[in-house]
């Protein structure tokens, strides 16, 4: 699909090193806004310098610049990124055909088809399971793996209707993600702005 082949330029690997908890942490993100790379906030807890790796490029070294471990998103500013950003729509319906786009396990780029089963409030966890909110989030018919988490989730059009944030514990057939309602907040920054703690690590 020609849409969603242009839309994985702009699909990141992200790692780093989370020093404390002795952690290497992969996973993915998507080019959000000019020189802005949104993630999950797990993927980076704990990592001073996030890389920031495009298909076809060398990786690029970061600067968290939004990180919230409640909604578990981070914003990650790579000057010079030169990259097209994803156009982020409003939540599609239960029954969308979707995409999933990132890098499971660390590895090379996928783009797996998959399918809107529920969009609506469920109370999540956040990152350090301290306490549960609710949040807006889609229930997923998806092969959603470890280091898929961040990636964006896709309409068949290329572009982003929610970000991918985990999947079931009890089903590997079943995957979620967060709504753009619950990303828009995150995308109110500059790339500009000064560099923000990334909390402590998870592992």
């Known amino acids: 699909d020609p849409q969603l082949e242009r839309a994985g330029a702009s699909v990141a690997r992200i790692s780093g090193n989370a020093y404390a908890c ?3 942490l992969t996973g993915s993100g998507f080019v959000a806004a000019e020189d802005l790379v949104v993630t999950n906030a797990h993927v980076v807890a704990g990592v001073d310098a996030p890389l920031v790796e495009l298909p076809g490029r ?3 070294e970061g600067r968290i610049v939004y990180f919230d471990p409640i909604d578990d998103l981070a914003v990650i500013s790579v000057r010079g990124l030169d990259a097209a950003p994803l156009t982020i ?3 599609v319906a239960a029954g969308t055909p ?5 890098y499971p396990l660390g590895g090379p780029f996928t783009s797996s088809a998959a399918y809107v089963l529920s969009v609506g409030d469920a109370v999540v966890s956040d990152i ?6 609710p949040r807006e989030i889609y229930a997923l018919e998806a092969d959603v793996r470890p280091g898929n988490s961040g990636g964006p989730l ?3 059009a290329g572009d982003v209707a929610g970000v991918v944030f985990a999947r079931g514990q009890d089903d590997a057939t079943r ?3 967060m709504t753009t309602d ?3 907040p995150a995308l109110e920054v500059s790339p500009d702005d000064d560099s923000v703690s990334s909390g402590e690590c998870t592992g």
């Open 22 to 24: 002795g952690a290497s």
């Open 58 to 60: 060398d990786a690029a």
């Open 89 to 91: 729509i409003d939540p």
């Open 98 to 102: 979707v995409a999933v786009q990132g």
């Open 128 to 133: 350090y399971e301290d306490s549960a909110q």
């Open 154 to 156: 896709l309409t068949e």
């Open 175 to 177: 995957g979620y993600a």
């Open 182 to 184: 619950e990303l828009r």
